[in-house]
């Protein structure tokens, strides 16, 4: 079970660092992650919408139906909280890269 774990906290490691150079399918795959619970993640559609929007802001097609569908399933408050997420994903992510 340990070995499970620490190949799914590579995992999630290495898409975080692949979306934080800007790679939109690193941020779908995130989203996928979160709003399924694969790879061992905890169900959280505030965070697959964030995802989701990111790798859409990317030219990611596909997340951008993803977005919309579980946007169904979401509060007004929870979508405003995830587009606050992403907002601040990027703003983290482009004073690191300056």
Not at 36 to 42: D, I, K, M, P, Y
Request: glycine share 8%; proline share 1%; with cysteine.
């Amino acid at each position: 079970m340990g070995q499970v774990l620490k190949s799914v906290d590579a995992l999630l490691e290495s898409r975080l660092a692949q979306a934080a150079n800007g790679n939109p399918r690193a941020c779908f795959d995130l989203g996928i992650a979160y709003s399924t619970g694969a790879a061992g993640v905890e169900v959280d559609l505030v965070a697959a919408h964030k995802w989701f929007n990111l790798a859409a802001l990317g030219g990611h097609a596909e997340a951008q139906a993803c977005r919309a569908e579980i946007s169904e399933d979401m509060t007004a408050r929870e979508i405003a909280e995830a587009q606050r997420q992403a907002r601040a994903w990027l703003q983290l992510t482009i004073r690191q890269a300056a």
